[in-house]
Each structure stands twice: as C-alpha cells, then as structure tokens.
C-alpha cells in the first residue's frame, strides 16, 4: 500500500524513554551530523530516521549509522508519501516500544538540537511541548520577509478561527508525552504538510491535553531544497476550515483536563 513502510530496524533494548522521530528525504548531506549533534544533546534519547525511499542514497547512509550506534533507528518506506504519513508512522513504531517522550524534528537543522534537552524538560510538566518562533519576538534566521509575514499570519488564522491558543501552530519542533498520542486515532489523520502540525495539536488541545510553548530559534536549511509549497499551503488553509466543522464551530470545553494528562495527575495528588 501506499506509504506502507517496510521495517529495517537495528534493534537495541535499552532504557531510553525519549524517541527524536526525524523524516528524510533527499538528506543525505544532514544525516550524520544531525543524529550526532541531537545524541550529544540529549544522550539518554534514541533517533528514528523515517526515509522515504530517498533517491539520493540517505537511507543507504543511515544503514550504515546504525550498525555503528545502536541509539540510531530506520523505517524505510518504499515511495515518498508526505510529511504526516512519515511522523505517523515513526509514531506508531514509539507507541510499539517503550517511549515515553516523542518528538518530532527535521533533519535540516532549522531546528537546533541545542533545544532539544529544553524542550524534554519541558515535557516533564506537560502534555505536549511546541518549540515556538514567536512566542515573546520573533527568532528567525535567513527568512525572505514573505515567508515571515506568510508563518506569521498562518498563525493568526489559526488562532481566529480554531482558537488554538499558541503562537505558532505550523511550527514543526514539537515533544509529545506517549498518552497524547495515543489518544488520538493515528489513521484518521489526513493532513500532511503544514497543516498536519495545526491537526496534531488542535486534538491535542481539544481532548483537554496541557500544552506549554518554548522558544526556540529557527534557521532556514543550510542544505538541500525546502519541501515548502503552495500545495502545502492550499491543504492548511482548508485544514483550518476543517477543524472548524467537525468540532462543532466550538472551542474546547471549558474546565478539567484530559484524565491521563500531566496536569489531572498532579491535581488528583
């Protein structure tokens, strides 16, 4: 089937609770580094690539990290199939182990992996963490204007029309604790880009999960070509319109949390 992914995984039984999901496609020149500068980061997390049958050879790379660092994992899937499907799935292969904090992340470094320990702390008194460009200023490196001011008022038509209370809903830099996820119905998600981000976290938020922003700094790709386009674009203004409908033109209930989240447990103590 489409998307399906094919297991080539070196398997390593450890103790780590932390998962850094990572898509590649066509990233042959980030790999390496990437992995090495999140393990140095945060040495007690273990790395998924999730390759999408890279025409470029990355998957062929990442065979050979991991037979060198059992830390380091793979899913080859066997055609390129999006964004959203390659974090479902790498999703799945967490939720099938023993991780209790995922996240997701790109192999370019725009995100630094300098923020990944912040982020993991974070998480522990939180549901769902979201490495936010905007919160208190905007920390961006190397972005045309259009491209700010399209981020930027992404944001607030999310916002206005979900109510999604967080500064920067497409961001893509995110720690979720294992019980979001699995509350939420993996193969019903349908979004894939930009707007895969907005639905993670708008069910998140909706089904009373805690949610905390921590600002990061976001650079552009320092190689390869960005994945960005008007197709992406397209399928989050209509995603928007989409959470509107099905949740009833509604915001989230008001009072309680979600009974398994960080939160409800502290207040049940």
């Known amino acids: 089937m489409n998307g399906t992914p094919v297991l080539t995984v070196h398997e390593y039984h450890n103790m780590n609770d932390t998962l850094i999901v990572i898509p590649t496609y066509n990233e042959i ?3 390496r580094q990437i992995a090495a500068a999140v393990l140095a980061a945060l040495p007690g997390a273990d790395v998924l690539f ?3 049958n890279s025409p470029d050879g990355t998957g062929q790379v990442i065979d050979r990290m991991i037979e060198d660092e059992p830390r380091i994992h793979v899913l080859h899937r066997k055609e390129k199939a999006g964004l959203g499907r390659a974090y479902i799935a790498g999703f799945k292969w967490a ?14 470094f725009s995100h630094d992996p300098a923020s990944v320990p912040e982020l ?8 769902l963490c979201l490495g936010t460009r905007y919160k208190g200023g905007v920390r961006v490196i190397n972005w045309p204007l259009a491209r700010l001011v399209l981020s930027k008022g992404a944001a607030v038509y999310v916002n206005l029309i979900t109510g999604l209370p967080v500064t920067d809903p ?16 993996l193969d019903a998600i349908t979004s894939n880009g930009y707007s895969f981000q907005i639905e993670l976290s708008h069910k998140a938020w909706m089904k009373g999960f805690h949610i905390e922003e921590v600002p990061i700094t976001f650079e552009e790709r320092r190689s390869g070509s960005s994945k960005m386009s008007m197709a992406i674009v397209r399928e989050a203004l209509w995603m928007v319109w989409k959470l509107w409908l099905t949740c009833g033109m509604r915001r989230r209930p008001p009072g309680g949390v979600h009974p398994r989240s960080v939160r409800a447990g502290k207040t049940a103590a």
């Open 170 to 185: 497409t961001g893509g830099f995110k720690c979720f604790r294992r019980a979001v996820l699995e509350s939420i119905d």
């Open 95 to 108: 939720l099938a182990r023993q991780y209790e904090f995922v996240f997701e992340m790109d192999a370019d």
């Open 29 to 31: 020149d980030n790999v």
């Open 50 to 52: 999730v390759d999408d």
């Open 120 to 127: 993991r702390r974070a998480a522990e008194e939180a549901d």
